[in-house]
T-cell receptor, first 110, second 113 residues
Framework: DAKTTQPNSMESNEEEPVHLPCNHS???????IHWYRQLPSQGPEYVIH???SNVNNRMASLAIAEDRKSSTLILHRATLRDAAVYYC???????????FGTGTRLTVIP | EADIYQTPRYLVIGTGKKITLECSQT?????MYWYQQDPGMELHLIHY???????EKGDLSSESTVSRIRTEHFPLTLESARPSHTSQYLC????????????FGDGTRLSIL
């Protein structure tokens, strides 16, 4: 399984931007980087994914380092509903499994 | 908006019973997955399917079985439930192809007494 490294927890104030880092130093050239989040008592929710270029969608932005060994998920204005565990995943080409790891628990402070 | 549904959401049942957890998706996805997750722990893949009549075991050994007779339906069965099967079971689906995201249901929280 391709492992990623994330901080165990982070805090953010409501209405402020949040930058969630992830290291994926063993990523290969065709592996996509995926981000999911999981709220309490729910299944994981897809947030965003990318290969080389930075990506934006209605939920977040994904900034991918030029060497692709790290990425940052950016929530532009944190809300209380963004409090969740965020998982960064190296989606290995040809693999059937997404290795979720333990993720980063984001706490949003009102 | 993902359309994948799991029933029941919660199930408390006695040891030795046969259990079927239902999972259905309306997106026409060929690939489907079952994960197991204990509270506060990582997700582990227990079964997956490439399409109709395809089933494969995942990384985590499980006594459960699955079937894929229709594209939209991927039920998981435990023939004789035991307390060690107590966990949350999550179903997901995706399109086929590199980098396709998986869409998850809200899970079934199973407790075996």
């Amino acid at each position: 399984d391709a492992k990623t490294t994330q901080p165990n927890s982070m805090e953010s104030n409501e209405e402020e931007p949040v930058h969630l880092p992830c290291n994926h130093s063993t990523i290969s050239g065709t592996d996509y980087i995926h981000w999911y989040r999981q709220l309490p008592s729910q299944g994981p929710e897809y947030v965003i994914h990318g290969l080389t270029s930075n990506v934006n969608n209605r939920m977040a932005s994904l900034a991918i380092a030029e060497d692709r060994k790290s990425s940052t998920l950016i929530l532009h204005r944190a809300t209380l509903r963004d409090a969740a565990v965020y998982y960064c995943i190296d989606d290995q080409t040809g693999a059937n499994n997404l290795f979720f790891g333990t993720g980063t628990r984001l706490t949003v402070i009102p | 908006e993902a359309d994948i549904y799991q029933t029941p959401r919660y199930l408390v049942i006695g040891t030795g019973k046969k259990i079927t957890l239902e999972c259905s998706q309306t997106m026409g996805h060929d690939k489907m997955y079952w994960y197991q997750q204990d509270p506060g722990m990582e997700l582990h893949l227990i079964h997956y399917s490439y399409g109709v009549n395809s089933t494969e075991k995942g990384d985590l050994s499980s006594e459960s079985t699955v079937s894929r007779i229709r594209t939209e339906h991927f039920p998981l069965t435990l023939e004789s439930a035991r307390p060690s099967h107590t966990s949350q079971y999550l179903c997901a689906s995706s399109e086929t192809g590199p980098g396709q995201p998986q869409h998850f249901g809200d899970g079934t929280r199973l407790s075996i007494l």
